[in-house]
């Protein structure tokens, strides 16, 4: 297997650091638009594991937005599989680029939805993931698998659905994603700061247009943004968090393959933070649309929401400054194989410390990049197989969450996963 990497920033960067570790492929080059992002990552990976590790890794340039120039260098290194780990309005650049190299593709987030209507999605719009399904007879007729939506939500949130659907029940009323955390970030003098833990690009994108709500008898439809907050308690000592609904893929992914009567996502964003991004939306900022601007060297062009992603912090580096746990899970209502009613919430905590001693990659974005990892060693096993557009609930989820909960020592990532009767 031979891996082209696209994008080095913080989940790039994790996903390369977490792949050091593992000794499935053979080549993994880690591109991104400033080569030295990519260096920067290679060069850690060589003071933690040597030089043997290291050479295992090439760095490349590369323009995730010219979907040529990213079948170039699948190509000029014989990529058998794509790995998107940048924002997701370049998803369709690389989709296109990865099957026009013939190799297979993973992302961690789809498509974008566009535009964002108030009215039911079945109705109008387009969803998140259209766009990729839509072409899914272009990979069938290649042979080639696109695999979407396997970061940890979506991703690992689809395979605990998937686990659930296989193993505890035989009727779902619900499957509910619940995202919740109890993560901190200081600046230097110990001050409490306003530090987004991933992508502010992607999460005004997620958070400001209407959520989406999947029932069977209705379809998709969606709510306002923010809408139906419920206080979830969270296990790990993170507690209770309020949630609120968010667009997301679990919604688009689930009801593909599983059977449920609903599906919902909730984020635990907090008072703040929801009244940050309203801001950011009653004065234009969370807007693509470039705007002309002065600047020190004459008019320029700009996005509103690229200048708000340029003045926050990266959420690469802010690692050191944190504290406290994350936790992605999916919490499942319905019938359990016994015939009895049931509730569980099947869940993973990362915490920020640990990933910061064993990676140097705060706990959200490592998260996130642990799971196409498994992915992809799965992929290279045969454990996994498959051609066209897939999610992951696609996929027997037990080899999955076998390989993730095994010890190192044994081979696996030695990330165990819990289930917590509701």
Known sequence: MRILLVGAGGVGDAIAKITARRSFYD??????????????TIGWIRGKHGDDVASRFVAAAID???????????????ATHVMNAVEPKFVPTIFAGALAAGADYLDMAMSLSEPHPTDPYAKTGVKLGD?????????????????????????????????????????????????????????????????????????????????VIFEKDAGWYTTPPF????????????????????????????????DAERVTFKYGLGEEFIGILRTLHQLGLDSTTPI???????PVEVAPRDVVAAALPDPATIGPRMTG??????????????????????????????????????????????????????????????????????????????????????????????????
């Open 131 to 211: 766009d990729q399904f839509a072409l899914r007879g272009d990979w069938e007729t290649a042979g080639r698998l696109a695999l979407v939506g396997m970061g940890v939500e979506p991703g690992l949130s689809d395979v605990f659905a998937r686990y659930a659907s296989d193993t505890l029940f035989s009727r779902i009323e619900e499957l509910g994603t619940r995202d919740g955390a109890n993560l901190v970030v200081r600046d230097s003098d110990g001050n409490e700061i306003f530090a987004p833990s991933f992508s502010i690009w992607t999460t005004i994108e997620e958070c400001l247009n209407p959520p």
């Open 292 to 298: 002309r601007v002065r600047s020190q060297n004459g």
């Open 64 to 78: 995730a937005s010219d979907p040529d120039a990213v079948a170039a260098v699948a190509r000029e290194h014989g």
């Open 227 to 258: 809408s139906e907050p419920e206080v979830f308690d969270f296990p790990e000592g993170i507690g209770p968090v309020e949630c609120v609904n968010v667009e997301h893929e679990e919604v688009l992914l689930m009801p593909r393959w599983i």
């Open 325 to 422: 746990k994350t936790c992605a899970g999916v919490w499942v209502k319905g019938t359990g194989v016994d015939g009895n009613p049931r509730e569980v919430y099947l869940y993973h905590v990362s915490d920020n410390e640990w990933t910061m001693a064993e990676y140097e990659s705060q706990c959200v974005v490592w998260q996130t990049a642990m799971n196409p990892v498994i992915a992809l060693e799965l992929l290279a096993s045969g454990a996994w197989e498959g051609t066209g557009v897939l999610g992951p609930e696609a996929f027997d989820a037990a080899p999955f969450l076998e390989l993730m909960a095994r010890p190192v020592d044994e081979g696996g990532y030695g990330q165990p996963w819990g289930l917590r009767e509701q």
């Open 27 to 40: 080549v993994i080059v880690v591109s991104d638009y400033d080569i030295g992002r990519a260096e920067k």
